[in-house]
């Protein structure tokens, strides 16, 4: 059996004219992909044979490859085809980080400092339990560069680099992806705050040391109190800020 007569057929079928096309294209190979009955790095059939297959235009293909490329399960390659992608982070992040932008969160960074408040101090916990030596070389080596760092800019991303190895020291890889688009948004917060908060970096410093201590010490319940309070300060930080800014 030749590709093309595997392709032709077996896999999609006419979806007809009744729905906006494009979309239900894009679902019904995005379905193809998640059940796993199009392999990561297969070729999927050209735009003619798709267009032959789901009964629709060129346009409509189109259309539909550009929303699976959108979302990172297919990548166009010019000259060579069309083929499936390996599933990565980056695209889950990516989406979540334009949902905040999209409903204006990004503007609201008492927002952003409540979110972490719910999911942060449970993350420090389960990494007080599960972390291992190497995630405690890499937490204390970030909070060496943040005690000698003397830039604003780099303190904001050093900072949020703390927080994304606490949540890797939870073992569980969900907890990064839950909080990469959420920390994305706090070095452009957190510049703010170190402007209008004289104190703010030495206090991030500060916690950042209790948070560490605890870990290191397999004390969760601890590591949890210890990120609650810091939280908490930074929540204050921000509405200093925020009134500071107001003025």
């Known amino acids: 059996m030749t590709t093309d007569n595997f392709w032709m057929g077996t896999i999609f ?3 007809g004219n009744k729905e906006l096309l494009s979309k239900k294209v894009a679902s019904k190979i995005e379905e193809a992909i998640r059940l796993k009955r199009i392999a990561q790095g297969e070729k999927l059939p050209t735009e003619l044979e798709l267009c032959a297959q789901f009964n629709v235009s060129r346009t409509a293909i189109r259309e539909a490859l550009r929303m699976l490329s959108a ?22 992040i990516s989406s979540m980080k ?3 932008f999209a409903n204006g969160h990004v503007d609201d960074p008492l927002t952003v400092l ?3 408040l719910i999911i942060e101090p449970t993350i420090a916990e389960y990494a007080a339990i599960y972390h291992d030596d190497n995630d405690i070389i890499a937490l204390q080596e970030n ?17 949020i ?11 569980n890889p969900i907890m990064p992806l839950i909080l990469n688009p959420i920390h994305s948004l706090m070095p452009k ?5 170190m402007a209008a908060v004289p104190n703010a970096k030495e206090a991030a410093i500060v916690w950042h040391l209790k948070i560490l201590e605890a870990i290191k010490s397999s004390d969760p319940v601890l590591a949890r109190e210890m990120m609650k309070q810091h939280l908490l300060v930074a929540k204050e930080h921000t509405e200093l800020m925020l009134k500071e800014n107001a003025q």
């Open 13 to 15: 079928s006419s979806i």
């Open 71 to 92: 979302k990172g399960l297919i990548s166009i390659q010019k000259g060579k085809g069309i083929f499936v992608m390996p599933p990565s982070s980056d695209h889950v």
């Open 98 to 100: 334009y949902y905040l």
């Open 114 to 116: 409540e979110a972490r």
């Open 143 to 159: 909070y060496e560069d943040m005690k000698k760092n003397t830039d604003k800019e780099r303190h904001a991303h050093l900072d």
């Open 161 to 171: 680099d703390f927080h994304h190895l606490i949540a890797e020291s939870t073992k």
């Open 189 to 193: 917060i957190k510049s703010k705050i």
